[in-house]
């Protein structure tokens, strides 16, 4: 299993009374391609961000069998940056910084290898998800939103991560733009074999998947209200 | 890449990182330019005078002494009869005796009346004797040798003629005009005030005063003598003298017996008591502006530690975006401090520049006014010392915004 939920409960510090999170059990499994749906506010980000280990939650999560509440957190970071990938509805990038120094960032912090090796990889990436050459040294700013994601599919990618969460990845995009986004992104997690989790309310995207849950199905808070 | 990435932060917010890189310059400016001035100071004071066991004067102030027979700074209150001087001069202990003469000036330099043993014995720094550039010491009643800058700044040769001013007023209207000097000799740079000097023999002096009274020309005085010969030309008076004394245990005794002379009131002073002096006298003045100037820096930091930390608030977003793709909180700890590094170092960088410049630009002005000879490499030990204290003190400010980022990246997104 690439995901294993049990026994999870998260309240937000702040609201210690106020219960965002109760997962019971749940898990994806690998190479699976999984929509999830709900309500805003139903809990989608947080649960990401759980599974991103970014924070924690009772009970046990595990991502490739390694349960995230027992590593510290410099593991739990280092296990983010080389395993997971992330794409976001917006502010996926350093706003300052060019594509290619985006990508190195990520790459930076993962187990890849410096160098030109990196920067060759990089401009391949770049140029599999069709960003022109004069796009790469742009500050990440000047570029459209459309642009803008694919070029955090290509960070996500660098670190060649077995798991990508997309959240929201298509709500600023236009419906063109939408499904080049998708067929792009489907594409390029069954090349890479790649688990695939997308969260969205957008529920003409569960076509592609062939994993499609409600976060109200899994979250006994969801169930409760 | 984390360089780049601190840079590239910095340059994304430039109009609030000019001013916080502004204000650090400035105070970075004053802080290194206090400290500078302050040893340059110091050093040009020590470095004047070196080999002289007592300086002898009339009486008044041990540091006012110092400051007019070597420093050319301020009045003497009163004069030392000639025949004192011999006497003293004379004596078995003292193994040689420069006589100092003052009053005169030419263009707003001071006119050293003196005898040739001043350039025999007379030195600078660590016992370093003077030396000439061109020609020799002077030798016949109208020869002048010229210290290194008056020569520069004048454009003076040898051969060249030039008249005294009674007085040591920049301008002067009471002028030798009869009696013009030769220059006979140039010294080299010495970097203190003999530098700023015109020698002359105490004969020369004695001459061009001839028919002079309470610095006005006696009018319907004789007419100009060609001849100086038959004339006694023996100062009545001189303004100080320098002494070096055979055994330096003896010192104190002999500076004992001039303050106790009978013949007229007299001081002795040891050049570096007297500088002593001065430096505990300087010593509140030095404290209050590097206090000032270490405020000003305090005041900098702070506005720097204001700048990082409204930022982090404004870059919520990308503190999370860096978490996402596996920053740990402490790279977010360290890229604040690099951020605050970056602004130290160009400040320190600008700040240097600016002072190295102002400097140069008023190097001139500081030798012609004061006398000091301040160099513009400021990158001694000291200042060394103090730009570490500096990038100390800035990390320490920037130690609050870089705590607030770190907790934020550890809290995680709530």
Redesign the interface.
Same mark, same amino acid.
């Given at each position: 299993m690439t995901i294993t939920i049990k026994d999870a409960q998260y309240c937000?510090?702040?609201q210690p009374r106020k219960m965002v999170l109760n997962i019971s059990s749940w898990s994806v499994a690998e190479g699976e391609k999984t929509f999830l749906h709900g309500p805003s506010g139903g809990g989608k980000?947080t649960l990401l961000?759980v599974l991103?280990g970014?924070?924690q939650t009772t009970g046990s999560v595990s991502v490739f069998g390694q349960s995230l509440n027992e590593m510290s957190?410099?593991h739990r970071?280092?296990f983010?940056?080389?395993n997971i990938g992330?794409v976001f509805q917006q502010?996926?990038?350093?706003?300052?910084?060019d594509a290619i120094?985006n990508i190195?960032?990520?790459s930076?912090?993962?187990s890849s290898q410096g160098g030109e090796t990196l920067e060759r990889e990089i401009k391949s990436l770049l140029a599999d998800l069709n960003i022109s050459v004069d796009e790469w040294s742009e500050p990440a700013r000047n570029l459209s939103i459309g642009q803008q994601q694919r070029i955090a599919i290509a960070?996500a990618l660098i670190n060649k991560p077995q798991l990508l969460i997309a959240d929201e990845p298509t709500s600023s995009l236009d419906q063109v733009n939408r499904d080049i986004f998708m067929s792009l992104l489907m594409s390029i997690v069954k090349e890479h074999k790649i688990t695939l989790l997308l969260v969205s309310h957008d529920m003409s995207l569960s076509t592609h998947f062939n994993s499609v849950v409600s976060l109200n199905e899994i979250n006994l808070v969801g169930k409760q209200s | 890449?984390?360089i780049?990435?601190a840079i590239?932060?910095l340059?994304?917010r430039k109009s609030s990182v000019l001013v916080s890189l502004l204000a650090m310059s400035v105070s970075i400016f004053v802080l290194l330019g206090v400290e500078h001035i302050r040893h340059q100071t110091k050093e040009n004071f020590s470095n004047t005078v070196s080999g002289v066991d007592l300086i002898v004067g009339a009486r008044t102030g041990s540091v006012n002494l110092l400051l007019y027979s070597v420093f050319r700074v301020g009045n003497p209150t009163n004069n030392i009869r000639w025949e004192t001087y011999e006497k003293v001069a004379s004596s078995r202990k003292v193994d040689w005796a420069i006589p100092i003469s003052l009053g005169d000036s030419h263009k707003g330099y001071r006119v050293l009346g003196t005898s040739t043993d001043y350039f025999k014995y007379f030195s600078y720094s660590d016992k370093q004797l003077l030396e000439f550039k061109d020609g020799r010491a002077f030798k016949d009643l109208f020869d002048v040798v010229l210290g290194a800058e008056v020569a520069r700044k004048l454009n003076y040769q040898l051969g060249d003629r030039l008249v005294l001013a009674h007085g040591v007023a920049a301008t002067s209207f009471s002028l030798h005009e009869d009696r013009p000097f030769d220059v006979v000799g140039i010294l080299r740079p010495t970097g203190t005030p003999v530098d700023q000097t015109l020698h002359v023999s105490l004969a020369g002096i004695e001459a061009i005063h001839i028919d002079w009274q309470h610095g006005v020309r006696i009018p319907n005085s004789s007419a100009p003598i060609d001849n100086f010969d038959d004339i006694d030309l023996k100062p009545k008076s001189i303004t100080a003298f320098m002494l070096g004394l055979k055994e330096k245990m003896a010192t104190f005794r002999v500076q004992r017996g001039i303050n106790n002379y009978k013949g007229e009131p007299l001081l002795a002073i040891l050049p570096g008591v007297a500088l002593s002096e001065l430096w505990q006298m300087m010593g509140i003045l030095e404290k209050t502006l590097l206090l000032v100037s270490a405020l000003v820096f305090l005041a900098a930091c702070l506005g720097v530690s204001a700048m990082l930390l409204a930022s982090i608030r404004e870059r919520q977003?990308?503190i999370? %975006?860096?978490?996402?793709?596996?920053?740990?909180?402490r790279?977010l700890f360290f890229l604040v401090e690099l951020e605050a590094f970056f602004i130290t170092l160009f400040g320190v960088i600008l700040g240097s520049l600016l002072l190295m410049g102002s400097l140069l630009v008023s190097r001139d002005y500081l030798v012609e006014k004061f006398g000091l000879h301040i160099n513009v490499s400021i990158f001694t030990e000291n200042s060394i010392h103090m730009i570490l204290m500096v990038f100390l003190a800035s990390f320490i400010a920037a130690a609050l915004p870089s705590f607030v980022s770190y907790l934020r990246a550890?809290?995680? %997104?709530?």
């Open positions: 937000y510090p702040s980000s961000n991103s970014l924070i957190v410099r970071d280092k983010r940056a080389e992330f502010f996926n990038l350093i706003s300052y910084l120094d190195k960032l990520a930076a912090f993962g960070r | 890449m984390f780049r990435l590239k932060s340059l994304d977003k990308e999370h %975006l860096l978490r996402v793709i596996g920053a740990p909180p790279f550890r809290k995680g %997104l709530d």
